[in-house]
């Protein structure tokens, strides 16, 4: 818990420096989107309320009452849509920030990295992992935590009008929301595993589609008559990945419409208890439409909360990655006080008894080779890959 904790705080510091004045902006704006839908609830109320309440003649009605709550109900819907607008706008220009600032940690953690991790299969998928989830992972934990603040108000009002007309709605509610909870808890660590554990597989099929589309490889596949060979390879990989993923997916649709049968079930015995205090005239019409609504939200807001949670597990679960490869640290330190070398090169460069061996390897690549590379002379190393030529 407590990592988790320092993992989201991490992602959020992430958003805030990348972009502190888009913050401020998007957090301020989800307020007035949690709040400006309940007020045309009760907007509506006094609309219904204020026509049915007179059982008499036409007449009756007060009509200059009326006409201004409507007018109120449209400047309140009015102000929704402007506020919905400005939020994606901001959203969207957080999101662009937010990638570029994090491309650039990636870029500067790659440059200060040992060129043996480039040699590493562990670390290249890490690598990999990190390059694929970076760009988008911390604005996908930001917006999960807003999401759950923004629901988590709206939630807050709705429930104390539903507790009003009787406190066993609330419960109804919530419990109801928790089957689907679970399942998305329980399938979002499933898939945060399978993608692990196909790291490589990914790779490989990048590696595939790379050398199918980018102009290095292009006169290779065709001198060699490789294309149909690497696509066939790159749809093999594909297929399995597609397959695998499908069959968490699938098992995971299936509890979902099991949690969601409990939820109808739910709105049909609330629809019932509303209508019925309403024929009993415990309510008025007014308080009928608002409550059948209210309900209604209220289930959007707590699924949507509960959604929010299960996306912020996931998405924590992701987060490792980027951390996994911050955490990296290189052997070889850059020298705090370099020496120049003043005069030119007189002899060349002397190697004496020199072994290295790549990570995991089961013996070393060079083994106390000594080599005098003489000034002036152009010299070609020729060997087969992992010989140690660099």
Do not use: N
């Given at each position: 818990m407590k990592k988790s904790f320092k993992d989201i705080t991490q992602a959020l510091l992430f958003i805030w420096r990348s972009s502190k004045q888009w913050t401020i902006a998007h957090l301020s704006l989800l307020v007035l989107q949690a709040i400006l839908p309940l007020a045309t609830l009760?907007?509506?109320k006094l609309i219904i309320d204020s026509i049915t309440f007179h059982s008499g003649a036409?007449?009756?009605i007060n009509f200059e009452q009326i006409l201004y709550y409507i007018v109120l109900f449209g400047i309140v819907t009015l102000s929704v849509s402007i506020v919905d607008i400005l939020s994606n706008l901001v959203k969207e220009t957080q999101q662009q920030l937010v990638t570029d600032y994090m491309a650039t940690l990636i870029q500067q953690k790659s440059i200060e990295l040992d060129l043996a991790y480039y040699e590493m299969p562990d670390h290249r998928d890490t690598f990999h992992r990190a390059q694929h989830e970076a760009i988008y992972r911390p604005i996908f934990v930001f917006e999960s935590v807003t999401n759950i603040f923004k629901n988590g108000l709206s939630l807050l009002a709705i429930s104390g009008l539903l507790i009003y007309l009787?406190?066993?709605?609330?419960l109804v509610l919530i419990l109801t929301s928790i089957p689907s909870f679970m399942v998305k808890i329980k399938y979002a660590?499933?898939?945060?595993e399978w993608d692990r554990n196909q790291t490589q597989l990914n790779r490989k099929g990048n590696y595939y589609n790379s050398l199918l589309t980018h102009s290095y490889s292009a006169k290779e596949l065709r001198v060699f008559n490789l294309a149909s060979i690497f696509k066939l390879k790159f749809k093999e990989i594909r297929e399995q990945l597609f397959a695998e993923k499908f069959r968490i997916l699938k098992h995971r649709s299936m509890f979902a419409l099991l949690a969601r049968l409990g939820e109808v079930i739910a709105v049909i015995l609330t629809y019932a208890f509303i209508t019925y205090k309403t024929v009993q005239g415990n309510i008025t019409v007014g308080d009928l439409v608002m409550y059948f609504q209210a309900f209604q939200k209220g289930q959007t807001y707590?699924?949507?909360?509960?959604?929010g949670l299960a996306q912020l597990y996931q998405n924590r679960l992701f987060l490792s990655y980027i951390f996994e490869f911050f955490q990296l640290e290189s052997t070889v330190k850059e020298v705090e006080a370099p020496t120049t070398l003043n005069e030119s090169m007189q002899e060349g460069i002397r190697f004496e008894n020199v072994s290295f061996q790549y990570h995991?390897?089961?013996?070393?690549a060079l083994k106390n080779i000594s080599l005098n590379l003489e000034k002036g002379k152009v010299i070609a190393l020729v060997g087969e890959n992992g010989s140690g030529k660099t």
């Open positions: 009760y907007l509506m036409i007449q009756d009787h406190w066993g709605i609330a660590r499933k898939i945060y707590l699924l949507q909360s509960m959604q995991r390897a089961r013996k070393p």
